[in-house]
């Protein structure tokens, strides 16, 4: 495996957003010793090393070659032109205190223009975009970004993160299926090719590896598949797995392994920051929607067990309520089932905060998929299922959903890449 010398360059789409600022600055602050990254597996995980009888716990990032914090240089496109710091203070999630201890690092993360089409957010009008005659040429401009990018910090190496805003719900259809339907509905300037799609058709033909944050179909298309295999570059997706979704896959295996039944299922939320506002949109709130639902049927399998899962009544909601920022409070309803059919209820009520529970996640995205790239792997980065609603699957393949049985596939993979330094050190 190449190793994690020189700086790695992090390009955040959306980098004016609450998730990517807080991100960004928790990394800043953590660097200088001034936060702790909590819930970062990669900062403060451990993992267990060699046989059941040996007691040996390393932390993650002591035995796995990742990428030094201090080696990261931000850089990202937004709709809107503000810098960073200014764009953090909007977003209303860290205090002004925190954030002016990295002040001068954040303001100097200044948006490059973004590719945006209005189609595919409805209740943003973005002001700082990018104009070409097509899609191909804008995935040209953002391609010339990457690499003006790359040589103005001296970067060893790159990766791409979307946290831009939720696009509507797209359907996949012909233009997705093979790369030279693809290129050619990009040379068209066909309304099926969203911006998040043309941001990662450049990351990768850059081979740069690409991470989407969100629920838009953008690298989920056998096109993209067959891109990534042919330029060898790793991808993943789609959809943090932050708050009630993170939840549900952890309450759902415990009913599954307990046996006991499901009724139903009702969740909602309110949430008053600009990504409630945009899944105040019926077509932004379908993409989410889709990925919030699949979750519960794929853990519980009913075809396996009819007399406990079949016919669940699952609904999501979601309110945009501006008071609450970006403090988000979810309501779940469960209704179960026990012994010989009586029935109970389980009542949640999490209280949390979207973008604290959503920066860790890019930061051990970014440097995991850092990893892949330089282990060599490529494609569907099924192992980093872990931070995902809707794990990103090939057709041969089903998605897991299980947060425990993802986490020890994530754990078996670093096993997999560090075993063989570590039996080579063993007396
Ligand atoms: N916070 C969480 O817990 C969580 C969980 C899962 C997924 N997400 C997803 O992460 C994304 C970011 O969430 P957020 O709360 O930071 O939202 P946000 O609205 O604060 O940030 C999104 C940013 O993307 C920018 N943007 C929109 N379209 C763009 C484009 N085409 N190019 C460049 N920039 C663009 C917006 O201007 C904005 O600054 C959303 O898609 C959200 O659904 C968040």
Redesign the pocket.
């Known amino acids: 495996m190449k190793d994690a010398k020189g700086k790695l360059g992090v390009l955040v789409?959306?980098?004016?957003?609450?998730?990517?600022t807080t991100f960004i600055a928790g990394t800043m602050l953590t660097r200088k010793g001034l936060g702790i990254p909590v819930g970062s597996i990669t900062q403060l995980a451990t993992m267990h090393l060699g046989k059941s009888d040996e007691n040996r716990f390393p932390k993650i990032k002591e035995v796995v070659p990742l990428a030094d914090l201090k080696d990261l240089v931000f850089g990202g496109?937004?709709?809107?032109e503000e810098d960073a710091y200014a764009?953090a203070r909007h977003?209303e999630v860290l205090t002004v205190e925190d954030l002016d201890k990295v002040k001068d690092e954040l303001q100097a993360i200044k948006p490059m223009k973004?590719?945006?089409d209005q189609n595919f957010?409805k209740r943003?009008h973005?002001t700082w975009v990018k104009v070409a005659p097509t899609k191909w040429d804008l995935k040209e401009a953002v391609r010339k970004d990457i690499q003006e990018f790359k040589a103005k910090h001296n970067l060893d190496r790159v990766v791409c993160i979307w946290?831009?805003?939720?696009e509507v719900f797209t359907k996949i259809s012909a233009v997705h299926e093979t790369l030279p339907a693809l290129q050619k509905a990009m040379q068209e300037n066909s309304p099926e090719i969203a911006?998040?799609m043309i941001?990662a058709y450049a990351a990768l033909e850059e081979g740069i590896p690409y991470i989407n944050?969100?629920?838009n179909l953008t690298v989920d298309m056998p096109a993209i598949w067959d891109l990534a295999a042919e330029k060898q570059v790793p991808i993943c997706g789609k959809?943090?797995?932050?708050?009630q979704t993170m939840l549900k896959t952890v309450l759902s295996p415990m009913l599954k392994t307990r046996m006991l039944g499901l009724k139903g299922w009702f969740s909602t939320n309110i949430l008053g920051?600009?990504?409630g506002e945009?899944?105040d949109d019926p077509g932004s709130f379908k993409t989410?929607e889709e990925s919030k639902l699949s979750v519960i049927d794929n853990i519980l399998q009913p075809s396996l067990y009819p007399e406990l899962y079949e016919n669940i009544y699952h609904k999501v909601c979601i309110n945009y309520y501006p008071p609450s920022k970006?403090n988000?409070e979810s309501w779940d309803n469960i209704d179960i089932f026990g012994w010989l059919g009586y029935p109970m209820q389980l009542k949640v009520n999490f209280l949390c905060r979207?973008?604290i529970?959503?920066a860790p996640l890019c930061l051990d995205l970014v440097l995991f998929i850092d990893l892949a790239k330089r282990a060599g792997f490529s494609g569907i980065q099924s192992w980093l299922s872990f931070y995902f609603?809707s794990p990103m699957h090939d057709y041969e393949h089903i998605a897991e959903h299980d947060l425990f049985i993802q986490s020890a596939n994530l754990k078996n993979t670093l096993r997999h890449l560090v075993y063989p330094v570590y039996l080579a050190d063993r007396p």
């Open positions: 789409i959306g980098v004016g957003g609450a998730v990517a496109w937004d709709i809107f764009a977003a973004a590719v945006f957010v943003l973005g946290c831009g805003s939720t911006p998040s941001y944050g969100a629920p959809d943090f797995k932050t708050g920051n600009r990504d945009v899944l989410k970006d988000k979207d973008s529970l959503a609603k």
